[in-house]
């Protein structure tokens, strides 16, 4: 299962375009709730959680997906189920994706230390240790980052060529007009 964490202020188009485009490349893709089954995004679209975070069985978890958008990314940051996950995830080599200000979550808990990434440009200071790119996206071993809400699509198809391969990443791609096609 790839969880998506959310919390409360999350960033919608962080959180439900890599759930659609992972749930077309054939992943069992589930919202988490850190604060029960409904969370209400940043721009207040009411979203229900497939599973709440004390549900999650450690053991069927293959990936993690943090969306940004504030105050989600704080409150996914605060919430102590938090750091169960991603040690986790870290520990067992886990993909761990992060999109706008969520990589700061990782950068806290020194997991882009030595590592490439990228973020929205006013939590760069919080990524402890990191190398930071101006792009929008940036693969580092298991660990994704990306800029914005504007770098949803590119974060997404970059999680699914890493858990899948770059062919079912482009078919997505192709099936949904994005890009140059």
């Known amino acids: 299962m790839i969880c998506i964490l959310l919390a409360d202020g999350f960033e919608e ?5 890599p759930c659609d485009l992972l749930r077309r490349a054939g992943f069992e893709v589930s919202l988490c709730g850190l604060s029960g089954k ?15 975070v ?3 069985v450690l053991e069927t978890v293959e990936a993690v997906i943090l969306p940004g958008g504030m105050p989600g990314a704080s409150n996914i940051d605060a919430c102590p189920h938090t750091d169960e996950i991603l040690n986790y995830a870290y520990r ?9 200000a969520a990589p700061f979550i990782l950068g806290k808990r020194g997991f882009l ?3 490439t990434a990228t ?9 402890e240790g990191a190398e930071l790119r101006s792009v929008n996206v940036v693969c580092n071993g298991n660990i994704i980052t990306a800029r914005a809400a504007g770098a949803a699509f590119d974060f997404a ?3 699914i060529e ?11 791609r192709r099936g949904i007009f994005y890009g140059e096609y």
């Open 13 to 17: 188009a962080e959180a439900l375009i």
């Open 38 to 52: 409904h969370v209400k995004g940043s721009h207040g679209v009411c979203v229900e959680a497939d599973i709440d």
């Open 54 to 56: 004390k549900d999650i």
């Open 92 to 100: 067992n080599g886990l993909v761990m994706g992060a999109i706008c």
């Open 113 to 115: 230390r030595g590592r």
């Open 119 to 127: 973020c929205f440009p006013s939590f760069e200071r919080y990524l």
């Open 157 to 159: 198809l970059k999680i």
């Open 162 to 172: 890493k858990l899948k391969d770059h062919n079912t990443a482009d078919d997505i």
